[in-house]
C-alpha cells in the first residue's frame, strides 16, 4: 500500500488534524504522514469531491446468516457490504443455526472472515442455544476471540442467570448484551402501542414490556457489578432509566437503531413488513427523545441493527413475517438527515471502547483504519441502493445525504469509485 488520499476534511475529535482539509499519506497499513500537501513519487494518488475522512466505523449489531441461513445473506459477501457501506469492523450476532455457543464456532466465524477490508468479531451466546437456561460457554469463546456475549433479541427471563452471568464474567472483564423485552407484556403485539396500532387494528407492544426488563436489569447489575450494554433502546423512559443507572456509577452503556432514529410507526399503514422491527418503531414523540438521548450522551453508539431476511420470512401478513430490517447500505445516507456528521462519528465508532477495542485515531504512525465518504450527495434510497442479499430495507423511497466512497483497513481497501 502506498496512497495519499488529496484534499479530505479530518472529522476525528481525538484528532490534532480535527476539521482541517490535508493531505494523508498511506504505506504498508499505517498512516505514515499528514500534511497541507504531500507528493511522494509512486504513490497512487485519491482524489474525490468533498472528501472527508474518519476513523473507520464499527457497528455493534450486525446478523449474516452464515453458518445456517446462507440464503439470507454469506459471511464474505455480507463483509464485503459493510465495507462498502463505511464499516471497517462489525460485531456479527450469535443468531446462526447452530447458534455461536461455543469457540469452535466462534473460531469459524473468525477463519471465514479472514483476509476481507472489514473485520468480523463475532459475538457469542450468552446462554446455550439462546434457551436462557444454561449459561454458554463464554470463557473458551473469549479466549477464541468473542467480545461480547448475548442472546440476540430475546431477554432472560430468568433473572438468576443474568446475575450469574455478570458475576462470572468479571473474571476476564466479559461484557453482557442485555435486550429488554418482557415477553408477558408484549403477548403477541407486533407494533408500539399507541394511536397508530388502535387506527389500524394491530396488536400494539407497550413501551412498558422494554422499560420493565431494563430496570430489573439494572438492579442486577448494581448488585452484582460488571459491565452491562442494553442494545437497541426504543424508549423515553428507558433512557431515564438508564441516564439514572450511569449518575450511580454502574459500567453500563446502550445504543439505539439507526431506524429508530429516523422512522417512526407512521410508516405502517401500507402494512409493509419492511417496517416490522424489534423493537417496534415508535412514535415521533419518542423519536425525538432518542435523538435528544443521542445528542446527550446517554445514548453510547448506534447501531445499524442489519438482519437480512429471505422472502419466505418477511413477504407475508404482517403478523406473520419476522421481524428485521437490513441497514448497512442507508445507515450513513439516513443518519445525515437527522444528526451533525460529527456526532455520527462519534456514536459510530464508540463502540470500540465498549467492546474493548483498540481505538482508531487519525495521527500519524497510528494504524490505517478509516471511513471516507461525502456529505454532499443528496439522493434517494431504491432497490437498486440495497447490496445485501436480501432485501428487507425499510428505507426504500427514503431520502439520503451524502455517500460512502469506502473503506480502508491495514493494508487492505475496498472503495465504491
Known amino acids: 500500500m502506498n496512497i495519499i488520499l488529496k484534499s479530505a476534511k479530518i472529522i476525528d475529535a481525538t484528532s490534532s488534524h480535527n476539521n482541517q482539509v490535508v493531505d494523508v499519506h498511506l504505506k504498508d497499513g499505517k498512516i505514515e504522514k499528514i500534511a497541507t500537501s504531500i507528493t511522494v513519487e509512486g504513490a497512487e494518488v485519491v482524489q474525490l469531491e468533498d472528501l472527508c475522512l474518519s476513523p473507520g466505523w464499527f457497528d455493534t449489531s450486525v446478523s449474516f446468516g452464515e453458518p445456517g441461513y446462507e440464503e439470507r445473506e454469506t459471511l464474505v459477501h455480507g463483509l464485503e457490504v459493510a465495507a462498502r457501506s463505511g464499516f471497517t469492523q462489525v460485531?456479527?450476532?450469535?443468531?446462526?443455526?447452530?447458534?455461536?455457543?461455543?469457540?469452535?464456532?466462534?473460531?469459524?466465524?473468525?477463519?471465514k472472515a479472514a483476509g476481507q477490508t472489514t473485520?468480523?468479531?463475532?459475538?457469542?451466546?450468552?446462554?446455550?442455544?439462546?434457551?436462557?437456561?444454561?449459561?454458554?460457554?463464554l470463557y473458551d469463546m473469549k479466549n477464541a476471540g468473542a467480545v461480547a456475549f448475548g442472546d440476540y433479541k430475546k431477554a432472560i427471563d430468568n433473572a438468576n442467570v443474568l446475575k450469574i452471568a455478570l458475576q462470572y464474567v468479571q473474571d476476564f472483564d466479559g461484557l453482557v448484551l442485555a435486550f429488554a423485552q418482557d415477553k408477558s407484556i408484549k403477548g403477541k403485539g407486533v407494533v408500539h402501542e399507541g394511536a397508530t396500532s388502535t387506527t389500524l387494528g394491530l396488536k400494539g407492544i407497550p413501551p412498558l414490556a422494554e422499560e420493565l426488563q431494563i430496570a430489573r436489569n439494572l438492579f442486577l447489575l448494581e448488585y452484582t457489578g460488571g459491565k452491562m450494554h442494553i442494545p437497541t433502546v426504543s424508549t423515553a423512559r428507558s433512557l431515564e432509566l438508564i441516564r439514572e443507572a450511569k449518575n450511580k456509577g454502574l459500567q453500563v452503556t446502550c445504543s439505539v437503531a439507526v431506524h429508530q432514529l429516523v422512522l417512526t410507526d407512521a410508516k405502517l399503514t401500507e402494512f409493509d413488513s419492511r417496517h416490522k422491527v424489534s423493537p417496534p418503531l415508535r412514535d415521533e414523540a419518542t423519536r425525538q427523545a432518542l435523538l435528544a438521548g443521542v445528542l446527550d450522551n446517554t445514548i453510547d453508539c448506534i447501531t445499524t441493527d442489519h438482519m437480512p431476511l429471505d422472502i419466505e420470512h418477511k413477504k407475508l401478513e404482517f403478523d406473520l413475517a419476522t421481524s428485521g430490517t437490513i441497514g448497512l447500505e442507508s445507515a450513513f445516507g439516513a443518519l445525515n438527515t437527522v444528526l451533525p456528521l460529527e456526532v455520527i462519528v462519534d456514536k459510530l465508532t464508540a463502540g470500540r471502547s465498549i467492546f474493548g477495542l483498540p481505538t482508531a485515531s487519525i495521527a500519524e504512525g497510528n494504524e490505517a483504519n478509516l471511513s471516507l465518504f461525502t456529505t454532499a450527495a443528496s439522493w434517494t434510497f431504491t432497490k437498486d441502493s440495497i447490496l445485501s442479499k436480501s432485501k428487507n430495507s425499510a428505507f426504500l423511497r427514503e431520502p439520503m445525504q451524502g455517500k460512502v466512497y469506502g473503506v480502508i483497513r491495514q493494508e487492505k481497501q475496498t472503495f465504491n469509485f
Open 119 to 137: 473485520e468480523a468479531l463475532p459475538i457469542g451466546a450468552l446462554t446455550m442455544k439462546s434457551e436462557g437456561t444454561d449459561l454458554a460457554e
Open 91 to 111: 460485531a456479527i450476532e450469535s443468531n446462526n443455526n447452530p447458534i455461536t455457543d461455543n469457540q469452535s464456532l466462534v473460531a469459524f466465524i473468525k477463519q
